[in-house]
């Protein structure tokens, strides 16, 4: 493997050093190494953020995934990740494997996306030497062991069918969205963990010719945070670069947005369920790598900062109507977004969509959500933000950057992206990009970018012909409280209960739930 | 998708044993601060750049609901605590937060309320004073609070959707007869129903237990010290001390077996709980560490019953242990989910058995060093953010008010040998301080 030059990112590391040194004289704990000071240009092929923490952090990145499953293999990324992070290796089976991690309180994780695919841990650092031993052997001696296949393809089968169809309504609608948007025919047109028809073919064959065309150098990046020791990288390299040359999938493919054909499209989902769960979006042609991307990012957050009781859509729907849990708004891919409040990293993709999430409202309010929420957006899209929104949002986020980046792991997955993207280290892109904002980038930015006549929209409930029905014939959706409510919001609801969708009888379908991702 | 490993239990792996008694499990400095009206402040400064997390604790949960009808209100204050305050409404309120870039929150659990954020260290007076001003000066008119009692209503509601919630509601009346572990932390549902009736009752509430004798406030992140006491002191010094202290009744001695069940009416795994009564929380004590000890090595993923139950004979969906540390007395509870109604009495005998079998049989040597080992490590990995210092701490703060407890209960850890686990066994697992719930479908429904 070629060696990499030592160049700082001046930034993280002066901050880095400064606190470093502040504490060192109080601190107790014992003194390590000085760690090597280093940090990845652009060309570099590892991520290092070293540090004074009795913890490593493992980031170990290929750039591969979902959007490289061949014709007719979909799930096959996702299935050899999990066959490496929860199967056996050459020399030991995967209990052997568990049981080592067990004394270490260790794990080892895997992700796969559309373009990424990274295996993740953290261990302390007593044990650094015997956990890298066990990951280094994951990733590069794999055991490729039939029973391990077996369990695994049927896991992955049951997490499409039970999970995500039958146990979970809300990403149900999400990933259903992302399938209205991109055709089966696009590299991003299935669920990252495939079909269950493709699933049910796949051989172990096709595991082992995907593991040797993509686990290459040139896919390859290597990050490491923490208190490890001065030769430690250099190792991990040194062990690594005996992974074949190969060459980089992401340079493989140019990868474009589909031509959407103009109107609004409603796919229903119908499972029995007790609630109605809404997903709305389009793509966008903006992602961090883009300079419009920080204007967006402070139109989604305004609009429906994940999880926060502070953003519009939440205050509208949840805090004075009470219609559901939370309502936001994305830019980017965010998974899992039910159990947790900051996104996962190295869910890096040449291609977005910006997306609205109604979480689930009783099957009675279904279709006045649904009204309420393009309402609430076409007035987003027709008058943008105000002063006083774009500065208390635009403070909000250049702090809220630290919280997204608050552990070692957080830090290195953000650093791992920046590389992607080719911009600077998050905080700081983040903070830079976010001074010299106005409020005129925003609403021009909103304006470009959000403005979209081919809105897709997925539903998950019970009584799909009946909301169809009521879409296509622009029924009257009233709604009712149990309290009385201000005569501003009722006035609203008035507006809302009538405003036209429109939509072609074509453009409403229906499916049933377990015909999803077949 | 990600898939964390599921870990199973091998041999010990010994080479911990010196590392690990040198070493602290709570490594990091910290200062304490006594203020004269017995607010305590704990400052922890840490290399994580640029963010502070806040967290106040006061010592006040269900366990200090003693009267007849008033379960539930330490969980309502922490709704209540949102609503505004005599200068700041709700909106200014998150307001604040939001241009400090914060992550704010908060809970309740048995033995105390916990109230959380996150944000830059450049507004950390900014929200200490936000803070002051709701514990000092909370607000809320009689419509506020009604409003509030049927948000917490739903919430019972949305949490009775699930039988093992129900299931654990039963357990803890079932084992309590007098203390306040009787009830959960939402309250009986009678009380919760009584609420909107109580709103001076909440006022009183509010008077006796938040009071800076009952508060502790921690602080860790990139902080420093001297600023962090000042801040304090300005906006939390003429805090009133109070003088109220809660007659917490005892639990009589248990002198017979008891067993309840409750009728799902819906489709429904089985549930199955199987409980003895166990010990407080001690930092000094070895029982309490020796049953923690043996609540991983008997029943959790990688013990003898898990491995034949859940994985090989697959009878159960889910096995795990529940014994948390707690300032009374607590149950030691093994919490099981069936495949199955058909096979309730098999997994209760093989249960009951696993019990048993400790109380006369030593655990193997290897297999306590490697769960101490486990055990150690997942404490330091948990610790990877001020954040998670932070809330790691609230729970012992909760216990005894300083961070010193968790390096005496981690030397106790150290000190356990095989015997003191079987001895504990044998103390605390005897048949007549045992309750048993089992929740099933009711018969009209089961298909």
């Given amino acids: ?518 | 998708m990600k898939l964390l490993f599921v870990v199973s239990l091998i041999l010990c792996v010994p080479l911990l044993a010196l590392g690990q008694t040198a070493r602290k499990a709570f490594a990091y400095d910290y200062t304490v601060d006594d203020l004269p009206n017995g607010l305590r402040l704990i400052t922890i400064p840490t290399d994580y750049p640029n963010l502070v997390a806040l967290y106040i604790v006061v010592q006040t949960g269900s366990r200090n609901e003693i009267e007849k009808g008033k379960s539930g209100y330490a969980h309502l204050f922490e709704h209540l605590m949102f609503r505004g305050s005599e200068h700041y409404t709700g909106q200014q309120r998150d307001q604040i937060l939001k241009k400090a870039g914060a992550d704010a929150n908060a809970y309740t659990d048995d033995d105390r309320t916990v109230y959380h954020e996150v944000f830059s260290k450049d507004d950390l007076d900014r929200i200490l004073e936000l803070e002051a001003d709701r514990f000092q000066s909370l607000k809320y008119d009689s419509a506020g609070y009604k409003t509030e009692t049927r948000a917490v209503l739903g919430e019972f509601n949305k949490n009775s959707s699930d039988p093992e919630e129900k299931a654990l509601e039963v357990l803890r009346a079932t084992a309590y007869k007098q203390h306040t572990y009787a009830h959960t932390t939402m309250g009986f549902i009678e009380d919760i129903e009584d609420m909107p009736n109580q709103f001076d009752y909440s006022w009183e509430f509010y008077r006796r237990y938040y009071r800076p004798e009952y508060t502790t406030i921690v602080v860790v992140g990139d902080v420093n010290h001297e600023a962090v006491l000042s801040s304090v002191k300005k906006h939390f010094g003429r805090w009133q001390r109070g003088n109220y202290a809660p007659d917490i009744p005892s639990e009589p001695e248990q002198n017979e077996p008891r067993e309840a069940h409750v009728d799902w009416p819906s489709d429904t795994l089985p549930v199955l709980y199987v409980a003895f009564r166990g010990p407080a929380y001690s930092d000094e004590e070895k029982d309490p560490p020796a049953l923690d000890l043996l609540s991983a090595i008997a029943f959790g993923e990688n013990s003898d019953l898990y491995q034949k139950l859940v994985l090989e004979e697959q009878k159960l969906d889910s096995l795990s242990p529940i014994y948390q540390d707690h300032r009374d007395p607590e149950l030691f509870v093994v919490d099981a989910k069936l495949k199955d109604v058909k096979d309730l009495d098999y997994v209760k005998q093989q249960i009951l058995d696993t019990y048993k079998r400790y109380t006369k049989e030593l655990v193997p040597q290897a297999k306590l060093d490697s769960t101490r080992s486990r055990m150690r490590y997942s404490f330091a990995l948990s610790m990877n953010s001020s954040e998670a210092i932070a809330g790691v701490l609230a729970s012992y703060i909760g216990l005894r008010r300083t961070p010193d407890t968790i390096n005496k209960l981690y030397s106790v850890y150290d000190s356990i040998t095989p015997e003191d686990i079987r001895k504990a066994a044998a103390k605390y697992f005897v048949d007549k301080h045992r309750t048993i719930v089992t929740l099933t479908t009711k018969k009209e429904v089961a298909k």
Wanted: hydrophobic share 35%; charged share 25%.
């Fill in chain 1, 1 to 518: 493997m070629k060696k990499h030059i030592a160049t700082v990112a001046l930034t993280l590391l002066v901050v880095g050093l400064t606190v470093s040194n502040a504490v060192a004289q109080k601190s107790r704990r014992p003194t390590r190494n000085a760690p090597q000071n280093r940090m990845n240009t652009a060309n570099s092929k590892s991520v290092l953020l070293p540090n004074r923490s009795p913890l490593v952090s493992f980031r170990i990145l290929f750039m591969t995934g979902s959007a490289n499953d061949p014709k007719g293999k979909e799930g096959l990324a996702s299935l050899t990740a999990a066959l490496l992070a929860e199967g056996g290796t050459r020399t030991k089976t995967y209990a052997q494997i568990t049981d080592a991690m067990y004394p270490m309180a260790t794990s080892f994780s895997w992700q796969v996306d559309k373009e990424m695919t990274v295996f993740s841990g953290t261990t302390h650092v007593d044990n650094l030497e015997k956990y890298y031993s066990l990951i280094r052997e994951i990733l590069l001696d794999p055991g490729f062991r039939d029973d391990d296949f077996q369990r695994l393809k049927e896991d992955a089968i049951n997490y499409l069918k039970t999970s995500l169809r039958g146990g979970n309504d809300e990403e149900l609608g999400k990933e259903v969205l992302y399938t209205m948007i991109y055709p089966a025919t696009h590299p991003y047109g299935h669920q990252n963990m495939g079909t269950v028809g493709a699933l049910q073919a796949l051989t172990l064959k096709d595991v082992r010719d995907f593991y040797q065309a993509n686990y290459s150098r040139a896919n390859l990046v290597i990050g490491l945070a923490g208190g490890y020791p001065a030769d430690f990288a250099k190792r991990v390299e040194a062990d690594f670069g005996k992974l074949p040359a190969g060459s980089l999938n992401r340079d493989a493919a140019p990868l474009s947005q589909p031509r959407l054909a103009p109107g609004t499209q409603i796919e229903i989902v119908q499972r029995e369920t007790r609630s109605t769960a809404l997903s709305l979006g389009f793509p966008i042609d903006v992602t961090r790598a883009q300079k419009d991307w920080p204007a967006l990012a402070v139109a989604a957050s305004y609009f429906g900062q994940h999880r926060s009781s502070n953003s519009y859509l939440y205050q509208r729907l949840r805090e004075a109507r009470g219609l559901n849990y939370g309502d936001y708004a994305y830019i980017e891919y965010f998974p899992r977004g039910m159990f947790q409040f900051q996104p996962d990293a190295n869910l890096g993709r040449k291609l977005q969509i910006f997306q609205i999430w109604i979480r689930p409202v009783e099957p009675q309010n279904g279709y006045f959500v649904l009204r309420a929420a393009l309402y609430e957006y076409d007035k987003l899209v027709r008058e943008g933000m105000s002063p006083e929104a774009f500065e208390s949002t635009r403070e909000f986020l250049s702090k809220y950057v630290n919280v997204l980046t608050a552990t070692q792991d957080d830090q290195l997955g953000y650093s791992l992206d920046s590389r992607y993207y080719g911009i600077k280290d998050f905080p700081t892109y983040m903070r830079e990009q976010l001074a010299k904002l106005t409020l005129a980038d925003v609403n021009r930015a909103i304006k470009q970018y959000l403005k979209s006549d081919a809105m897709r929209i997925a539903i998950v409930t019970k009584d799909a012909n009946g909301l169809r029905d009521a879409i296509l014939n622009n029924k009257p959706s009233p709604i009712t409280y149990n309290a009385p409510k201000p005569k501003e919001i009722t006035d609203e609801d008035k507006v809302i209960e009538n405003y036209k969708i429109v939509v072609k009888p074509a453009d409403v379908t229906v499916v049933s739930a377990d015909k999803v991702f077949q």
